[in-house]
């Protein structure tokens, strides 16, 4: 087995318990559930859209079985907007700012990409930060929509108090991640997508229900020194994930420089869109970033996608070290999870099943799941 | 001792050897040894508040101390052009693609900023890819000239093979630096400058200098595997700077988003310029990216730096883990040590010193560094 792709599965459902269900049914059941939310049938199919790339892509913490339940939640405690009136409350030829009227990201982030590629289609540059808006999703979702539009892609979501700052003992920023995207012609797109934290907040709440633990590095001790043994659990309870270290671990190793990249995207997602909350470091708060560069503006299309293949390939080609079988850049064990979740079905827990027999019970749409 | 300074100053060299010279005399003896190399004096004057930008801040590794005797050798040895016609290979209204004809990254840098600063002052943002161009320097220096006009601000620059990527065991990235600056009114400035690396490249070096051990997780052991346990030296042979960890140092800390940092990087400063070379990963090239938004084309400057004020000062405030005295954000300890050097003069290993009285009369410039 491939180490790369090992270190992926670690955080997916283990083969011997997973329930594979047919991409087209698993799309239908979630369009179905957001609409009955109350959200429009185009909204409601990017919404779909959006969960299914990360299922898809074998983005676990971010696909359904995270990420349903806490929507519709949010729908139902009334705290998500189901038709949200999106604001363009300032606007240049390359810039707007948004506001979401309390729509979930991953409707409103998609909305306002569009908006970046249409202003790099006409000058070269597109940037969008969007204020009162819910979560954003995997961000990938929406750098690759540039890159499929031959530009380059940028996402970016900031909030919430998970990450303690290098010497901090409490928690300032989220695991504020940062997406980037660009094409290529033979090689799958270059996409990454990460938070800025070691790990992302739902990874750690995806090891829980696996029963696995937490790795060294990872986390802090509830006095921000960071644990460089790893193991513990305990003050992980469930809805909380505080205290995760920034990218690097520790200041030895760099840990500054993810708290950086987070501070960078406070920024550009808070600071620059006017989002509530944005005017201090220890408040709950919400805002997002995208961008797009047209290439063309640059360089010719096809001569940056053929560089991007030599690159990427000679990238895929480097000898691997000992132990591993060969080095991989962020977008193609995603790109290949892609090719055989599409044929074989995507894994889904029991639990994540059964959640959704009941869900569409309760709602009044036929469960598919299942159905072979 | 605050923690943070002892960690700045690791990298510095130790109070009981340095010298201290006076900013003005240093400024001026750099301008005229870039005179002396046929460099045009507003060049020279360029170049050398780079240099000063990284003295003053305790950027050691990127002041004179490493960089100037590499660009006098550039110079004499005919591989840097002290004339270069800089010529605008591709634009649009935000966009730029500049061939900076074998100049100094020190001053095609900063002019190439200049063309974004002026794209985005008139549409909102502004990107400018440097191809044939030599070292950037500190790239932070670049992002804080979009500050300084009330914008954001990036630079990157990308080349070499430095970096040994995650499960990888052949060196296929460079240091790959990413910079980016965002003003405030009363803290100082958000000026964040690392190398995608552990470390920078420079601090290697440097680091050899002082006679002072790795950190673990700094590099790779030479078949690609990382080197956990730290204190070793030996491969890092004068010049070399092979099979640097990416930052998170193992898989398992993070490394692929380090790895995936340092690819963007080459992307948007490589592919994106049509830079020689970047049509593959494992040979030597060089490019630079800058980038400027335009702050009030978001919201009103007024309000953003408010903003960031609290946002930032809340952050230093963050209560500290046991051990450290408090929490810094980058930009704020090089602020401080810029006020200090201002004052106290610059520090300089003797052997510098040594290197600039030979220099100076080998050119004929008059030696002030050590006048009282």
Redesign the interface.
Known sequence: MR??DE?LEHFQVPDDIAVRVKPANLRSTIEQVFQKMGIPKEDAVTAADVLMFADLKGVDTHGVSNMLRAYVQGYNEKRLNPRPKMRIV?E????A?VDGDGGLGIITCPQAMDIAIEKARK?????V?IRNSGHAGAVGYHAMMAAKQDM?GWAMTAGGNAM???????P?LGTNPIA?S?PASKEPF?L?D?ATT??AGNKIGLLRRLGRPL???WV?HP???PDMRGGQEPEFAAGSVRYQLP???T????S???F??A??V???C?????AAG?????RSRRGHFVAA???D???PID??K???D???R??RE???????D?????GLSEYETEQKRSKLGIPLHPEVIEWFKGACAELGIPFTLTTK
Chains 1, 2 share one sequence.
Do not use: C, Q, W
Request: glycine share 12%.
């Open positions: 180490e790369a270190l300032k240049t030829e390359t810039t700012v000058y070269g540059m597109g940037a930060t380059i303690v700052p290098t010497f901090g003992a409490e300032r980037f660009a270059f990454f990460a070691t790990i790795e060294p590095g802090s006095d921000g020194t990218l690097g671990s200041r030895e190793l760099g500054h420089k993810g950086s990249l501070v960078i406070d920024i550009l808070g600071v620059l869109s006017g944005f005017d201090r470091a220890d560069y047209r290439i503006a640059f360089v001569e940056f053929k560089n991007m030599g690159f990427l000679t990238l480097t000898r691997p070290a000992p132990g591993h060969r080095v991989v850049y962020a």
